[in-house]
């Protein structure tokens, strides 16, 4: 499996939204889940939401509930996050990555395969 690769990051106000779009090659990626993480300036990864296989069941850290939407398209082999209500407090680097381990799907350790990451700054 090769990284994937991140994009759609950028500069908004708060309250404006943002589309980031996840696309991998590997063979396997329609059989993991998926996860987006994001990290500021002196902080660790930190889970934003996943989404399984299927695409039949997601997540979300409490932070993004009811704005954020996790979706993806396996015959395009992307995933993506939809960014609605934008709070300068979700400003960071955006990753995705591969759910490699079950168990707790909020721990960046059970992900592997991270792409570089796209930057995300809400201004207030």
């Known amino acids: 499996q090769v990284q994937p690769v991140e994009s759609g990051g950028g500069s908004v106000q708060a309250g404006g939204s943002l589309r980031l779009s996840c696309a991998a090659s590997?063979?396997?990626?329609?059989?993991?889940?998926m996860g987006w993480f994001r990290q500021a300036p002196g902080k660790g990864r930190a889970f934003v939401a996943r989404?399984?296989?299927?695409?039949?069941?997601?997540a979300y850290a409490d932070s993004v509930k009811g704005r954020f939407t996790i979706s993806r398209d396996n015959a395009k082999k992307t995933v993506y996050l939809q960014m609605n209500s934008l709070k300068p407090e979700d400003t960071g680097v955006y990753y995705c990555?591969?759910?490699?381990?079950?168990?707790?799907?909020?721990?960046?350790?059970?992900?592997?395969?991270w792409g570089q990451g796209t930057q995300v700054t809400v201004s207030a």
């Open positions: 989404i399984n296989w299927s695409g039949t069941i997601t």
């Open positions: 590997g063979r396997t990626f329609s059989d993991l889940a």
């Open positions: 990555a591969h759910q490699v381990l079950s168990g707790d799907y909020d721990d960046s350790r059970k992900y592997d395969n």
